[in-house]
């Protein structure tokens, strides 16, 4: 009966609840690395939602603007694109100077995306998350 009541409060004094006020800083560092090291938290990535490539913000909202638009039918081509308001707006200098001058290409490009560039456009993007995917659908490529 000794050694069982012995036992028993050997194991209270090593269970978590259990505070010893005698302990040196070092044996409570080695502890909680062992703790650590036990419970690694490992990073689990999410195949269901896998994420391939990044996508700027403002090249999705060019291509909505650009799709809502068109689907307004009140401005042409080129008044969406030189609107004071600024519905496309250049994502940064290079695409600035680089814009075709032709406006219905371009109006085109952001719409329906470009084969040659592997970019997708606004129908695209937008039938994509009708489905609940995120910009590209994995199997569907609505062309």
């Known amino acids: 009966m000794v050694s069982y009541f012995i036992q028993t409060r050997r194991y209270q004094k090593s269970t ?25 938290v490992e990073r689990v990535s999410r195949e269901q939602y896998p994420i391939a490539g990044k996508v700027r913000p403002i090249i999705l909202q060019n291509r909505f603007n650009a799709l809502v638009l068109k689907l307004e039918d009140k401005l042409s081509n080129q008044e ?51 489905d609940g995917y995120f910009v590209m659908h994995p199997t569907k490529n609505y062309l």
């Open 80 to 130: 969406i694109l030189t609107h004071k308001d600024n519905y496309i707006r250049a994502s940064d200098t290079r695409t600035a100077k680089g814009r075709s001058q032709n406006e219905g290409r371009v109006i085109n490009e952001l719409i329906g995306g470009n084969a040659k560039k592997n970019s997708f456009g606004a129908k695209q993007i937008l039938l994509s998350v009708c």
């Open 16 to 40: 978590q609840n259990f505070r010893n006020k005698r302990r040196r800083l070092s044996d409570v560092i080695k502890d909680l690395r062992n703790h650590y090291e036990e419970n690694k």
